[in-house]
């Protein structure tokens, strides 16, 4: 069993910025790849960004790409990510979930996601909002 410890979140202006972290509490083949989804009020939850932690590759969607940057601690034996997130808009309002998965492809499509197994964090939210 893979257990995911996700902090950060809070409300913050437009154009501000924030970090999530996702810490997980071991390394598997089914948690390979670390990243974020998000699901706003009365929409579908969707990939924000992925990395695959052994070679380092990032997705991320169009919707956030050139604002927000995920990464991985220095010390590879935390298992823990990072998601900075810079220019913040109001569409960015969400909650966000931490999710480990064994291809970083999953990160596009939370359908293909949740075919495969995988785990997921509880979920912490972020608002957007002047």
């Known amino acids: 069993q893979v257990r995911l410890v996700e902090s950060g979140g809070g409300s913050v202006q437009p154009g501000g910025s924030l970090r999530l972290s996702c810490a997980s509490s071991?390394?598997?083949?089914?948690?390979?790849?670390l990243g974020w989804f998000r699901q706003a009020p009365g929409k579908e939850r969707e990939g924000v960004a992925g990395?695959?932690?052994?070679?380092?590759?990032?997705?991320?969607a169009d919707s956030v790409k050139g604002r927000f940057t995920i990464s991985q601690s220095q010390d590879s034996a935390e298992n823990r990510v990072y998601l900075q997130m810079n220019s913040l808009k109001p569409e960015d309002t969400a909650t966000y979930y931490c999710?480990?998965?064994?291809?970083?492809?999953?990160?596009?499509?939370?359908?293909?996601?949740?075919?495969?197994?995988?785990?997921w964090g509880q979920g912490t939210q972020v608002t957007v909002s002047s």
């Open positions: 999710a480990a998965l064994p291809e970083l492809a999953s990160y596009t499509d939370y359908t293909r996601a949740t075919s495969t197994r995988g785990y």
């Open positions: 071991r390394y598997t083949y089914y948690s390979r790849c």
């Open positions: 990395i695959y932690l052994a070679e380092d590759t990032t997705y991320y």
